[in-house]
């Protein structure tokens, strides 16, 4: 699935970079809506990123405890992450139209990522793996994007603009 290989790609990524002991990656394929929370609360991570599909006007869409497609608007999402994330300081939400998202999370995590509009899958499994590579070999969180975007243009994929950093004031 594409889940899966993003995750790994991440973390051949991480698992290659200067910093790997710096990053315990946890990974969580095929997650339901009813296992955002619980497992935010188990990881407690600091770092954290969904992947998934997504739809303009109906939100994420995950799968419910009884294989139904299930339709996870952002306020609902926001509202798990960040009442189960007492030690989150980067989001990445990595689906198509999450910037909104993005800029409603940020009012309350350091850092986080959305994607305005759409992103190809060849798009985000090539930005993902560089974006963290970069994290973990001791890069800032702007210099880890504009290093993923330049992969992205490397590689002649024309998401670059999409991808977008919300950060909290204060």
């Known amino acids: 699935s594409r889940a899966s290989e993003e ?19 946890q990974k969580e394929v095929g997650i339901r809506v009813s296992d955002i929370g619980p497992s935010v609360l188990k990881h407690r991570p ?11 006007t109906e939100g994420l869409l995950l799968e419910n405890d009884l294989g139904r497609v299930s339709k996870v608007q ?10 189960a ?6 989001v990445f939400f990595c689906f198509c139209h999450s910037a909104d998202c993005a800029t409603e999370t940020s009012k309350q995590i350091d850092f986080v990522l959305g994607i305005k509009g759409r992103i190809s899958v060849r798009s985000s499994l090539a930005f993902a793996p560089s974006f963290y ?3 973990a ?5 702007q210099q880890a994007i504009d290093y993923g975007k330049s992969i992205l243009e490397l590689r002649n994929f024309h998401h670059a603009r999409a991808i977008m950093l919300q950060t909290r004031d204060g």
């Open 74 to 83: 952002c306020g609902q999402l926001k509202d798990v992450v960040v009442s």
């Open 137 to 141: 070999s001791g890069h800032s969180i």
């Open 85 to 90: 994330g007492s030690n989150l300081q980067l």
């Open 46 to 56: 600091d770092i954290l990123h969904i992947s998934a599909h997504s739809r303009e």
């Open 7 to 25: 995750i790994q790609a991440i973390d051949r990524a991480i698992q290659a970079s200067s910093f790997r002991d710096q990053f315990d990656v």
């Open 133 to 135: 590579a970069a994290l």
